[in-house]
């Protein structure tokens, strides 16, 4: 049975979320597993969090990240939200994930701690409410590196293995992830307020995000416009970001689309290797929805969709409140090219601004396509002034290229320095390879070993290194006749 026993692992819960009308969420507790050990533990966030590490590595703090062991000050929950799946609208909610609370941590920030795999909820749908080992370790390798690489992100404290079983298309190790989150607030969380809800829960719904994520922008002239043009702004953000390290989320449903502007479920994620817009890994998503070009253009639909449930908030006239939404959503094209472009502009190390440094960035991703080159060390080699490491060298359209690249360079009055370091800290030498990530997961699910894993969380923990021990996880994968496939929900 679930324990309550008091350890003093360090948690301060302050549960805001909680407070909001329970029609949100259904307050249950994690269904205890068999035998939970600790996996792996993320020492340097447990501290950020102010939690007590050699607390957690204790049989009692396991308990504690499995579900076992109800901390002191914790309200269990499991959240209520609904999402367009692959573009089709359904009711969801937490189907295998609970709650614990809000830790507030020594710096103040308050963050959800939620335990993923966590057993069945009301909101299951017929799922055992379980994870496996390998995608929850999956789970932490990915979110750790995008948060190296400075792109905000869910993080993961812990994976414990449950000594149990979970059945899928065959019986793997169970186990359960836990996640850390600014919130779990999403764009279905709204869909589901504006369509299952009253206008006034909506309304208690639009403040509580505003009070928790965008207190600044709350002036009060029409607050949930502020809301909608903020969260328009984060995602704007966010997505350029993914779009400059070549990652591809591969699964962009509204109920995976964050209102803090941090990136949410690592299901069939992955990087690219070769460039290449059409990209996709998921093995579900056969129509290329949420390609790597795909991914703006899908972030603006689902803002859309955002819009559509705030327009009883935006305006008592619905006429103006489409106005207003339509407005707001016709900023998210523009707002992305700034940031995509100001990236890019960093990753060859330009200063400044020329009418002509899109097509600069255009041309050499048209080259890279044509070539078959590979994203991260095509950059990578331009870094390190080594442009014969790359699939365009001797290509005259490539010459031609260069040729215009350094002219622009010629033109700013920054060093070769200042050039190259501005460079080196907006090109990561390293990223999670997916060939190198099914290693990693063999060697820990199969064998038991989690050393693979931890020597490529050390490469991928300091990306902008160019560091020489990372040079074995900047190599690409062997060609071949196999595409590489992501799995959800698994």
């Known amino acids: 049975m679930t324990e309550n026993n008091t350890i003093e692992t360090g948690w301060h819960f302050d549960n805001s979320y909680a407070g909001l009308p329970t029609s949100f969420f259904t307050r249950i507790n994690p269904t205890p597993v068999r035998s939970p050990q600790l996996a792996v533990l993320n020492e340097p966030l447990a501290a950020a969090l102010g939690l007590d590490v050699r607390a957690l590595r204790s049989s009692e703090g396991a308990a504690e990240l499995a579900g076992n062991r109800i901390p002191e000050g914790a309200a269990p929950l499991a959240q209520a939200y609904a999402g367009h799946q692959f573009g089709y609208f359904t009711m969801l909610g937490d189907g295998r994930a609970v709650l614990l609370g809000e830790q507030v941590t020594p710096a103040g920030e308050r963050m959800d701690i939620q335990l993923k795999g966590a057993g069945r909820t009301p909101y299951s749908r017929g799922g055992d409410g379980r994870a496996a080992l390998g995608p929850m370790l999956r789970e932490y390798m990915i979110s750790e590196a995008m948060h190296a690489l400075g792109i905000p992100t869910t993080r993961s404290l812990a994976v414990v293995s449950t000594g149990e079983a979970v059945t899928r298309e065959r019986e793997y190790p169970g186990a359960v992830l836990t996640r850390i989150a600014a919130s779990h607030l999403r764009v279905g969380t709204f869909q589901y307020a504006a369509n299952w809800g009253t206008l006034e829960e909506l309304a208690q719904l639009a403040d509580y995000t505003l009070q928790r994520h965008y207190s600044e922008a709350d002036t009060g002239e029409n607050r949930y416009l502020a809301l909608l043009r903020e969260a328009i702004k984060r995602q704007a ?254």
């Open 237 to 490: 953000a966010l997505i350029a970001k993914w779009q400059l390290v070549g990652f591809i989320h591969g699964v962009m449903n509204t109920d995976n689309m964050a209102l803090s502007g941090e990136t949410i479920d690592y299901g069939p994620c992955a990087f690219m290797d070769v460039y290449d817009p059409a990209t996709v890994f998921s093995s579900i998503d056969s129509q290329g929805r949420y390609a790597y070009g795909n991914q703006p253009h899908i972030g603006a639909w689902n803002l859309a969709r955002l819009a559509e449930s705030l327009l009883p908030l935006l305006h008592e006239d619905e006429e103006e409140a489409v106005r207003l939404a339509e407005g707001a959503i016709a900023g998210y094209a523009e707002l992305y090219r700034e940031h995509w472009l100001a990236g890019m502009r960093a990753k060859l190390g330009l200063f400044g601004e020329e009418p002509q440094d899109e097509a600069l960035a255009e041309d050499l991703l048209r080259l890279m396509h044509q070539h078959r080159a590979d994203y991260t060390n095509t950059f990578c080699a331009l870094t390190l002034g080594k442009p014969e490491d790359t699939a365009l060298h001797g290509s005259p359209a490539f010459g031609q290229w260069q040729e215009q690249w350094q002219a622009r360079l010629s033109r700013q009055p920054q060093s070769t320095a200042d050039v190259q370091q501005r460079m080196r800290s907006s090109n990561p030498a390293v990223i999670p390879r997916n060939h190198r990530v099914e290693e990693a997961l063999d060697a820990a699910v199969q064998q038991g070993d989690y050393s693979v894993m931890q020597r490529l969380l050390a490469a991928l923990t300091r990306p902008y290194a160019y560091a020489p021990e990372q040079a074995e996880y900047a190599l690409p994968p062997e060609p071949s006749n196999q595409p590489y496939r992501t799995f959800c929900g698994t």
